[in-house]
């Protein structure tokens, strides 16, 4: 079954950081551009950051200079580093390929800034 899963998020002070991880599950991700997507309560659902199966980046400017975004192909990952967080970063992060594909979207992983 073809599946993306995230991990990583968790309960971290405004300033800190995390590494959000997706594994996907099959050689078809590691072709395709990838996303980083959030969505916070009462919003609609946005993409944060994305790669090209080549390593090209993009991300929203709220975010540049703070988010990473990188993939391993080897081992079917991609990654999201988060640093200098803000409570304004709180959210359910997803990821999928870019442009998200529906039947892709999975549970997410909370991230929550709070001091």
């Known amino acids: 079954q073809v599946q993306l899963v995230e991990s990583g998020g968790g309960l971290v002070q405004p300033g800190g950081s995390l590494r959000l991880s997706c594994a996907h599950s099959?050689?078809?991700?590691?072709?395709?551009?990838m996303g980083w997507y959030r969505q916070a309560p009462g919003k609609q659902r946005e993409l944060v950051a994305r790669?090209?199966?080549?390593?090209?980046?993009n991300y929203a400017d709220d975010v540049k200079g703070r988010f990473t975004i990188s993939r391993d192909n080897a081992v079917n990952r991609m990654y999201l580093q988060m640093n200098s967080l803000k409570p304004e970063d709180t959210a359910v992060y997803y990821c999928?390929?870019?442009?998200?594909?529906?039947?892709?979207w999975g549970q997410g992983t909370q991230v929550t800034v709070s001091s």
């Open positions: 999928n390929t870019w442009p998200g594909i529906a039947r892709y």
């Open positions: 099959t050689i078809v991700f590691s072709l395709a551009s």
């Open positions: 790669i090209s199966s080549g390593g090209t980046t």
